[in-house]
């Protein structure tokens, strides 16, 4: 018998509109009110995700059983089971998402619920199953650090660090998914004894968190850190309802200055499907002074800056 399961309550203040328009277009096949239902559910998963996982959880669970074949509630029901630790549901509610989307955005996470159940190996072999050239940038990161993750949970210390060595991994450029690159680079140096490196790492991680922690309103969420050599010290389905019947990033960056680790060719970022072509130039040494100074170099350094080319097209991706 399944566990009685009652809608959480929506504060007056969440309206369907909240929903981003992507996913409210996804809606459009079903009846007003019901897909007024969804949209708030799905807006209230996503505002507790961080600090209510469970009560996210809850509100996918409601969206699901009014709109259980629409791709973009599959996602969210997927991705709150796998904040509260249930990557066996959150496995096969992603295998739905990709299957109704068509969508291979999500393999990062499968590979992660492959390796929250213990099965680093089949984590493997999945995360091997889609072309990485066919991911975006932001991706292509997400997918090397579960990798490197995975590699890690079978005692493959040095693979984990060849999973991470992508052409992404770039100690002159930052993008908004730099900081989660080079903070996973860092600890697998660390795990390697590679002490000096990491901590060079960690302080670059901390810069592209910087530069975008506060980012002005209309900047894209790409950066281009400029800097100077670092000194560097030692539901079941049975559950859900029919009523839908839905069918189913970056910016370009590129290098400046010469990459000086030996890991990592200076190849510029493959450009993104978007187009986006507005770029931020950070410099890394001011963001860190900044930092330390508690002063706003960083930001300084943003509002001087100019969109920066398109990379050439000859460019090829390294991993």
């Known amino acids: 018998m399944r566990p009685r399961h009652e809608d959480p309550e929506i504060p007056e203040d969440v309206k369907p509109g909240d929903l981003d328009r992507v996913a409210r277009n996804e809606l459009k096949t079903l009846s007003k009110d019901n897909a007024e239902g969804v949209a708030q559910h799905l807006v209230m998963a996503a505002r507790l995700i961080e600090e209510d996982p469970e009560l996210a959880h809850r509100h996918a669970i409601s969206a699901a059983r009014r709109a259980g074949r629409i791709a973009v509630v599959r996602e969210s029901l997927a991705i709150t089971a796998y904040a509260v630790g249930d990557y066996a549901l959150a496995l096969r509610e992603l295998r739905t998402y990709r299957r109704i989307s068509g969508k291979d955005d999500q393999l990062a996470l499968m590979v992660d619920s492959e390796r929250g159940q213990g099965r680093p190996d089949k984590a493997l072999e999945l995360g ?12 292509q990161v997400a997918l090397a650090i579960a990798m490197s993750g995975a590699r890690l949970d079978l005692g493959q210390t040095e693979a984990a660090l060849d999973e991470l060595s992508i052409s992404q991994l770039n100690r002159d450029v930052a993008y908004s998914y730099s900081a989660d690159l080079f903070h996973a680079y860092a600890e697998v140096l660390e795990e390697l004894g590679r002490s000096g490196e990491a901590d060079e790492w960690r302080r670059r991680a901390e810069a592209a968190e910087a530069a975008f922690a506060d980012p002005d309103e209309g900047w894209d969420d790409t950066v281009e850190v400029v800097e100077e050599d670092l000194v560097v010290d030692d539901v079941d389905d049975d559950d859900l309802d029919d009523d839908a019947g839905a069918d189913p990033d ?13 890991d990592v060719d200076p190849v510029p970022v493959p450009p993104s499907e978007d187009g986006d072509d507005d770029d931020i130039a950070v410099d890394v ?4 002074a900044a930092d330390a100074d508690g002063g706003v170099g960083g930001a300084d350094a943003r509002a001087d800056a100019e969109p920066e080319p398109e990379p050439a097209e000859g460019d090829r991706d390294v991993r």
């Open 250 to 262: 970056e910016a370009d960056g590129r290098v400046v200055g010469d990459a000086t680790h030996a």
């Open 128 to 139: 091997r199953s889609v072309p990485k050239e066919t991911l975006p940038a932001a991706e």
């Open 285 to 288: 040494d001011a963001e860190i």
